[in-house]
């Protein structure tokens, strides 16, 4: 599985922003998705995962209720959508696949990573 992250940029606290995750390579509906984030100096935390195939998602409790994930079957795609933004947020973002889905949130679980893509949020 290759992955391809986008949507990343410059945004002010408030704002919102979507990032997508295009896969390519094995059946994209047997795989559960991933996003992570990483600040300069700081582990990669989790931040959501939903299954490609039933749609169920579990987010971490830093992000519920302002992030979204989504996917796409059809497009190979999954996406995090972001609103009400804060400086907090601002991270390398990270999308992950794997072959099973849980509320396991260790990244070591997660064997395909795609290239970060930079959230900056301006207070």
């Known amino acids: 599985v290759q992955l391809q992250a986008s949507g990343g940029g410059l945004v002010q606290a408030g704002d919102s922003l979507r990032l997508s995750c295009a896969a390519s390579?094995?059946?994209?509906?047997?795989?559960?998705m991933g996003w992570f984030r990483q600040s300069p100096g700081k582990e990669r935390d989790f931040v959501a995962t939903?299954?490609?195939?039933?749609?169920?998602?579990y987010y971490a409790e830093s992000v519920k209720g302002r992030f979204t994930i989504s996917m796409d079957n059809a497009k190979n795609t999954v996406y995090l959508q972001m609103n009400s933004l804060k400086p907090e947020d601002t991270a390398v973002y990270f999308c992950?696949?794997?072959?099973?889905?849980?509320?396991?949130?260790?990244?070591?679980?997660?064997?395909?990573w795609g290239q970060g893509t930079l959230v900056t949020v301006s207070s």
């Open positions: 992950a696949a794997r072959t099973w889905y849980s509320s396991n949130s260790n990244p070591e679980t997660y064997p395909y």
């Open positions: 390579g094995r059946t994209f509906s047997t795989y559960a």
């Open positions: 939903v299954s490609a195939s039933t749609g169920g998602t």
